[in-house]
């Protein structure tokens, strides 16, 4: 028995239908023209921003809290807390892409994605191994 889609169509005519594939189709050239340094010049000029991170947020002395990052992406909070002197433990991030970026910034650090990064399953295992560890000690105290 399968449930029931909840997914609703857009209540467009082909007509418009067709106006969308054409503007999504020119979309895609002219973004590809760009990655590859082709068409035009920009109008304007390209804003290149000029962050510095240290200055925006100066790193503040350790303190005694630690953080685990779960759902890291590409670790912006993660590097806020550290910058605010938290230690950090691990992130766990399912997209392997988004780990890679933290990864880069943070080679020392406990990244875990894909499979061992999937939150769910990593702490269905540990509260498993918890309960289980509980149980045996429990057991054994009589």
């Known amino acids: 028995m399968s449930t ?23 979309s895609s050239r002219a973004k590809k023209q ?27 002395p350790k303190n005694r809290w630690r953080t685990l990052s779960l759902f890291s992406g590409g670790g912006g909070l993660d590097l806020g807390s550290d910058r605010a002197g938290f ?14 970026t933290l990864r880069n910034l943070r ?11 999937d939150v769910i399953s990593v702490i269905s295992y540990q509260l498993s191994v918890s309960l289980l560890w509980r149980n045996c000690v429990n057991s054994t105290s009589y």
């Open 4 to 26: 029931p889609s909840t997914h609703q169509g857009w209540n467009i005519t082909e007509e418009q239908r067709e106006i969308y594939r054409q503007r999504s189709k020119a």
């Open 34 to 60: 760009a990655l590859n340094g082709e068409g035009q010049k920009p109008i304007h000029p390209i804003n290149i921003p000029n962050l510095n991170p240290e200055k925006l947020m100066p790193q503040m």
């Open 87 to 100: 230690t950090h433990i691990s992130s766990y991030d399912i997209l392997a892409e988004a780990s890679n």
């Open 107 to 117: 080679p020392d650090w406990q990244i875990f994605s894909g499979e061992k990064g």
